[in-house]
C-alpha cells in the first residue's frame, strides 16, 4: 500500500491555505511545507555556521513530511483551529494526531517507513525530547511562511487578515523564537537580505509546472518540490541509502529547481528548439541565479553547497535517483492531465517507456517495485482528483 502514500501527498496540491478568506494567491498545503523546509533549512545553515548549533537535518525533513500527512486528511480543520485545539486541550489534540498515524501505521508499508512515522509520532507527544531545537524551528519557519501568505492577500483585502497577522506576530514573539528572529523578522516593508532570498524562492508558488500545456490542475514548481522529496525519500531508502545520504537526496530535491524562480519554467521544446541553446540557457541561468538570488547570501560559507544544488543538482552524490525521482513525479502529473488533453497522455506514455529502459535504476527490486508494482497502481495514485 506504499502507493497509497504517494497519492496522500498529491493530495496536498488540492487543499487550499485561508480556504475561508478572500485572497489574492492560492497557496497549496504542498507550496507551504515546501517553503517553510526552505526557511528552516536556511536558518539551521546560517545558525551553524554563526553559532556552532547543529541541528539535525536527518530529523528535520522526516518531521515536515509525515507531520504534513495530518494537514492532508485533517484539510477540513484549519491552522488556526488546530492550534486553539492544541493550547485548550492537548490531549484531544493529540487523539486528533493519532487517528492519523494509527491509518498510516495500519497499511501494508515497509518497516523503514513505519519506524520514522512511529519515531515522529511518539517525540511529537512529548513536551521536551532531544529534537526540541529542531521542533522550535520548524514552527518558526511555518509561522514565517503564513505571515507573509496573510500579508501580501491583506495589501488587497484591507484589514481581513490584521487579527490573523496579528495572532502569527504574537506566537512568533514568544522567547524560544528569539534566536530566529536575529536572522528574519516579520516586517515586509523591512526586509534584509535573507527576507529577499527567501521570497524571491517563494515565487516558485507562482510558477507552474507545464508552462504552454492546456492544465485542468496546474501544479505550482514549489509544490513539486515537496513531492520530490517524498519521492526522493522512498527511493533512497528502496536503495538501501543510509540516513545521511536519503537526507542529502531529499536536499538535492529541494533545490533542484529553484534557478526557476528567475528564470521561470521554460519548457523541453523551447530549449531543444535551436541547436546548443539548451547549453547556452544553462550559463545564462547560472548568471542569473548568482546575480539575482545567491548575491544575498555569499557571504555565507554555505552558499557554495546551495549553488551546487540549484546549478548542478543531478551531478551531486544520489542525484541520478534524484532525477529518477523527478521522471516519476512528471509521470504521475501527466497521468493526472492525460484525461483532459490528449498532449499529456502523449508525454505519459512517453515518459512511461523511457523508465522502463532508465540507467538510474540500479536494482532488480526497484524497478519491479516502481515499474511494475506503481504501474498497476498508478490509477489508485492520482485518483485524489477525479473524487
Known sequence: MLWHTIGLAFRGLSVYRWNNFPRVEKVSATDHIAFSLHITILLASIIEEEKGIKYNRDYIFRKVLFSSFSTFVHSDISSEVKDCIKEKNPTMYYELESIVSAMLLSWNLPLWMKKDMQKIHDLSRQEKHAYQKEDDLIAFAKLWASYHEAYFSNEVYLGVYRPAMDTIEQKLKQSR????RE????DPKRQNDLERFLLSIRRLQSSFRWNRMRRHYPISVMSHLFIIVFIA???GNIEGKNEQEITHMMMIALFHDIPEAITG????????AIVWFEELLQVVEKELVNKYLLWYIWKYAFSQEYEKLMIDPWEQPDGKLVKLADHFSALFEAKIEASVDVEFDKIYKKIKKSLHTSPYISTDYLFKFWIDYFEDNLEEIVCFKKA
Do not use: E, G, L
Open 233 to 235: 525519500y522512498i527511493i
Open 183 to 186: 536572522y528574519i523578522d516579520v
Open 265 to 272: 519554467d521554460i519548457v523541453a521544446p523551447t530549449k531543444k
Open 177 to 180: 523564537f528569539d534566536m530566529f
